[in-house]
């Protein structure tokens, strides 16, 4: 079974400094990976997602994300941390067949962004 | 706003009352999904269809729970016999039929079953 683990239930950085959240993966096979923040009472929105064209990923607002299959990581990461990237985020594994694209999704971290 | 569109925001029964959901996808997105959020928890699969046809259903949806889509387009989620474990946040999100499609993802009702 494919699986994913959000290795930080919380992350805090001070504004203006670099991001890493960390994420782990399990799959038999090449898998389809993404990246989802959930801002307070607005839905998911993807930032972005790895389907083995590139190891280096670019999504929204600045963020990006590594594929290394030698350590099975996903880890996301931004430059220069903003007030407004204060949400949840969540390393996604999708597992697809029967025609669907069903997620799974990680237990997320929540990121905290101080002054 | 054309994103996906959930309705109610918020919902309070007691238990064992029956308790519905619906869900207004992207108007051309063919595939409609559902899943559950509970605290401190990521989202967990429940259904999903492609136009009207329910074609998978997780093992997390038991028999008091029922979705339906019967045009194609919204799609209604009920509980019968609501449970204090219901309560969770149950999320809708819609794509098009496509390799590796983006799932896009409603606000989600929040249930509590006092």
């Known amino acids: 079974a494919q699986s994913v683990t959000q290795l930080d239930s919380h992350v805090s950085v001070s504004e203006g400094t670099p991001v890493l959240l960390r994420c782990n993966y399990s799959?038999?096979?090449?898998?389809?990976l993404f990246w989802y923040v959930q801002h307070p009472n607005k839905g998911l929105q993807l930032l972005l997602k790895?389907?083995?064209?590139?190891?280096l990923v670019k999504g929204i607002n600045g963020f990006e994300a590594e594929f290394k299959k030698s350590e099975t990581s996903f880890h996301l990461t931004k430059p220069s941390a903003h007030m407004s990237d204060a949400a949840e985020y969540f390393c996604v594994v999708s597992v697809s067949g029967g025609g669907g694209n069903k997620l799974t999704f990680g237990t997320g971290t929540q990121l905290k962004v101080e002054l | 706003d054309t994103g996906v569109s959930q309705d109610p925001r918020h919902k309070i029964t007691k238990r064992g009352q029956n308790v519905t959901f619906r869900c207004d996808p992207i108007?051309?997105?063919?595939?409609l999904y559902w899943y559950r959020q509970t605290l401190g928890q990521g989202p967990e699969f429940l259904t999903y269809?492609?136009?009207?046809?329910?074609?998978?259903k997780s093992r997390l949806l038991s028999d008091r729970f029922s979705a339906e889509r019967p045009k194609g387009s919204f799609s209604t989620l009920e509980i019968q016999r609501t449970e204090q474990g219901d309560s969770a946040m149950y999320l809708c999100?819609?794509?098009?039929?496509?390799?590796?499609?983006?799932?896009?993802f409603g606000s989600g009702t929040q249930l509590s079953v006092l």
């Open positions: 799959s038999s096979y090449s898998p389809s």
């Open positions: 108007s051309e997105h063919n595939r």
């Open positions: 269809f492609q136009n009207e046809a329910q074609l998978e």
């Open positions: 790895y389907t083995s064209a590139a190891t």
């Open positions: 999100a819609s794509s098009l039929m496509e390799w590796n499609e983006k799932l896009f």
